[in-house]
């Protein structure tokens, strides 16, 4: 199979093969600050719909202030 050129070509193959199989599919993103999460969660959004939600630890709320 190929898949998607762009960002998250390669987790939109790999939901849009789950959702050939199932009803719905739960992604958790994760990773380092500055790293892609947002547009990555966006991208999906973008193409499959649901809610985004974004969680904030403890330590990142300092910076928010």
Do not use: Q, W, Y
């Not at 380092?32 to 499959?48: D, E, I, W, Y």
């Amino acid at each position: 199979t190929t898949k998607p050129a762009g960002t998250g070509g390669v987790v939109i193959a790999h939901i849009e093969a789950l959702l050939a199989e199932r009803d719905h599919v739960l992604v958790a993103i994760d990773g380092p600050c500055a790293s892609g999460k947002t547009m990555l969660a966006a991208t999906v959004n973008k193409r499959f719909g649901g809610n985004v939600l974004h969680m904030f630890s403890k330590e990142n709320e300092k910076n928010l202030i």
